[in-house]
T-cell receptor
Framework: DAKTTQPPSMDCAEGRAANLPCNHSTISGNEYVYWYRQIHSQGPQYIIHGLKNNETNEMASLIITEDRKSSTLILPHATLRDTAVYYCIVRVNNAGNNRKLIWGLGTSLAVNP | NAGVTQTPKFQVLKTGQSMTLQCAQDMNHNSMYWYRQDPGMGLRLIYYSASEGTTDKGEVPNGYNVSRLNKREFSLRLESAAPSQTSVYFC????????????FGPGTRLLVL
């Protein structure tokens, strides 16, 4: 699975959009981009994932560049409860027994009042 | 529907003691995982089980054993605890039906003295 690069920390004002970038320049054609977040000391929580099209759900939007070498997670109206560490991961789906996710250090997002 | 549950929540061990961390999921997922997370670091995979009756090593398996007791339960055993195993342990299960997203338990905080 390809590795990802994320900024170590970001700040965002409450109510504004939070845009979290992720670089995955070595991504393969069959690798998906997943985003998870971890709110202080809790287990990570799935947010969204995509292959090449932009995706949106009730939590966030995922924008993947046309060359798929980078992506951006967008929290449209950040709240204080969105303060967390956000992880960007790439992996192959339906990989049989090869299910080893590689978790980096993520981006620590602080949403400020 | 409790999702993924882990017991115990906290544990203090002395060096050389043994213990088993329990994990159970009620989502009928085939795959289950054990991770450890050390301060300031991302999650590292210890062992995983792609399906009932199978287990495979992850990134950091030394000092641990696992048992996939049935489809619901996946336990992690420390035979002779060492201070280097002080960590937070997370169990996860994975849904193949929803594009292989992982669902995490609340974690077990282990201190080895």
């Amino acid at each position: 699975d390809a590795k990802t690069t994320q900024p170590p920390s970001m700040d965002c004002a409450e109510g504004r959009a939070a845009n979290l970038p992720c670089n995955h320049s070595t991504i393969s054609g069959n690798e998906y981009v997943y985003w998870y977040r971890q709110i202080h000391s809790q287990g990570p929580q799935y947010i969204i994932h995509g292959l090449k099209n932009n995706e949106t759900n009730e939590m966030a939007s995922l924008i993947i560049t046309e060359d798929r070498k980078s992506s951006t997670l967008i929290l449209p109206h950040a709240t204080l409860r969105d303060t967390a560490v956000y992880y960007c991961i790439v992996r192959v789906n339906n990989a049989g027994n090869n299910r080893k996710l590689i978790w980096g250090l993520g981006t620590s997002l602080a949403v400020n009042p | 529907n409790a999702g993924v549950t882990q017991t115990p929540k906290f544990q203090v061990l002395k060096t050389g003691q043994s213990m088993t961390l329990q994990c159970a999921q009620d989502m009928n997922h085939n795959s289950m995982y054990w991770y450890r997370q050390d301060p300031g670091m991302g999650l590292r995979l210890i062992y995983y089980s792609a399906s009932e009756g199978t287990t495979d090593k992850g990134e950091v398996p030394n000092g641990y054993n696992v048992s996939r007791l049935n489809k619901r339960e996946f336990s992690l055993r420390l035979e002779s605890a060492a201070p280097s195993q002080t960590s937070v342990y997370f169990c996860a299960s994975e849904s193949r039906e929803y594009q292989e997203t992982q669902y995490f338990g609340p974690g077990t905080r282990l201190l080895v003295l």
